[in-house]
């Protein structure tokens, strides 16, 4: 699993600057208005060998002090509950506030692991004694960067592996299934769990996000554990609880990230939304094995069309993940539950699956053979050969004599006969395009 860093602060810090910096792209929009990020992003960091996640915090919208007290202390509590390592970032422009001081004081008796940076130090000699104001804070040595000029950001970087966890004290192997529950508030996934298991374990509320933890509970079923993570949910956008609604998307993050199998809970009631499509991307960008369950099933009124309509809906929303298995539920009545189990068992072997060298290249040149590979001003795309080079998802490796020619909508083709001849199912694929050294 990998670790994750979550970015604290005051709206107009220089958040998102900052994750845009160290993303190395553009992720974040960046305006100079604060609470202009809408949505929580986050991106895998690979630094001097550590990898974690980073994830940019949601904007703060005050209309008052207090607001903005309340919205970053509810940012702070989440951070501390989820993420290994906390930056908090300040500005020495706007110099140390009164919301800093109280922020630090709740970071600080967390006894989290905690880097303090100061942002907008373009000269530190101009502005070397503005941040030893920030020594206040009682954050140890505060750390002076430009997020827009990408100055100091090796020393902050440094410090915040010096505090990740140590690859070796991670825990031990553990090969029970691991399963991620997640989706909107109030669209089931608590009651999902609690019938599975039996009984009321898991807090449930008609009061939209009742989960604020991820909580995991281990199942048992024809002799296998699994663990199922029940996570807080998205809420929609509103100008209530902002802060604590986009920050949401941070357990997600981290229950997804420590899952084999993800379940996207769907509200039948409601339909696939926009919310979906966010929480159903978190799995899809990190390769998990996914299954989408329709909830609430038994409130809808069906005719011979139903299933088909809805499946449409939701292969039209979701379009970015045709693999995802797909089921409908109700945690109410227990319809078709037990099914949930038997395509967590489907959906892990196919993420799991190994494919011989000599077996994919029969596959592969019989799909060349039966649609010819794209060319360009006389020269043809060829596949020299291919090999699968690992699992959780299945990762290939294609070799070819161009990787210009290699049209994404021909990779596509490669993938759904790869995905056909070996039975993959409910697992995303994915494929990574090489040239030869020879002919490069």
């Not at 699993?1 to 220089?14: D, F, Q």
């Not at 990898?51 to 949601?58: A, L, P, R, W, Y």
């Not at 553990?174 to 997640?182: G, H, K, L, S, Y």
């Amino acid at each position: 699993m990998r670790p994750i860093v979550a970015l604290v602060g005051r709206p107009n810090v220089g958040k998102s600057t900052l994750f845009n910096a160290l993303a190395g792209k553009r992720i974040s929009i960046v305006e100079d208005t604060p609470g202009v990020t809408r949505d929580r992003i986050y991106t895998d960091i690979n630094w001097n060998g550590r990898d974690f996640t980073i994830v940019d915090t949601g904007g703060i919208e005050p209309d008052s002090k207090d607001v903005l007290l309340s919205g970053m202390r509810a940012q702070a509590q989440i951070a501390i509950e989820t993420a290994h390592v906390i930056i908090f970032l300040t500005d020495v422009r706007s110099g140390l506030s009164d919301a800093d001081m109280k922020v630090a004081d709740l970071l600080r008796r967390s006894g989290k692991q905690l880097v303090l940076a100061v942002n907008k130090v373009d000269d530190i000699n101009k502005f070397q004694y503005d941040v030893y104001e920030f020594f206040n804070l009682g954050l140890g040595d505060p750390i002076a960067v430009s997020a827009s000029q990408l100055k100091g950001l090796g020393d902050l970087m440094d410090r915040v592996v010096e505090l990740l966890p140590d690859s070796s004290e991670e825990e031990e192997d553990d090969d029970r299934p691991r399963v991620a529950i997640v989706g909107k508030p109030n669209v089931g996934k608590s009651s999902i769990i609690n019938k599975l298991l039996g009984s009321n374990r898991v807090l449930v509320s008609d009061i939209a996000g009742t989960t604020r933890d991820a909580v995991d509970t281990t199942i048992v079923r024809g002799g296998r554990e699994y663990v199922f993570i029940d996570t807080a949910g998205l809420r929609r956008k509103s100008k209530v609880d902002t802060s604590l609604e986009h920050y949401m998307i941070l357990r997600t993050v981290s229950a997804v990230e420590r899952s084999d199998v993800v379940i996207v809970v769907i509200d039948a009631s409601e339909g696939v939304s926009e919310q979906d499509d966010k929480v159903s991307g978190i799995a899809h960008d990190m390769g998990k094995a996914c299954i989408i369950a329709v909830n609430k099933w038994d409130l809808i009124e069906k005719d011979n069309s139903t299933v088909k309509k809805f499946t449409e809906k939701v292969r039209n929303v979701l379009s970015f993940m045709p693999y995802a298995e797909l089921v409908f539920i109700s945690a109410e009545t227990g319809q078709r539950l037990n099914k949930l189990f038997e395509m967590i068992d489907l959906t892990l072997d196919s993420s799991c699956r190994r494919i011989q060298t000599g077996v994919l290249n029969e596959i592969i040149n019989e799909a060349t053979t039966l649609q010819q590979p794209p060319s360009d001003k006389g020269k043809a795309l060829k596949i020299r050969y291919t090999t699968q080079v690992g699992v959780k998802p299945p990762t290939f490796v294609v070799f070819v004599n161009s990787k210009e020619l290699m049209h994404f909508s021909y990779l596509r083709y490669l993938e759904n006969k790869v995905r056909e001849a070996f039975a993959f199912r409910g697992t995303p694929l994915r494929f990574i395009v090489r040239e030869k050294e020879s002919e490069k």
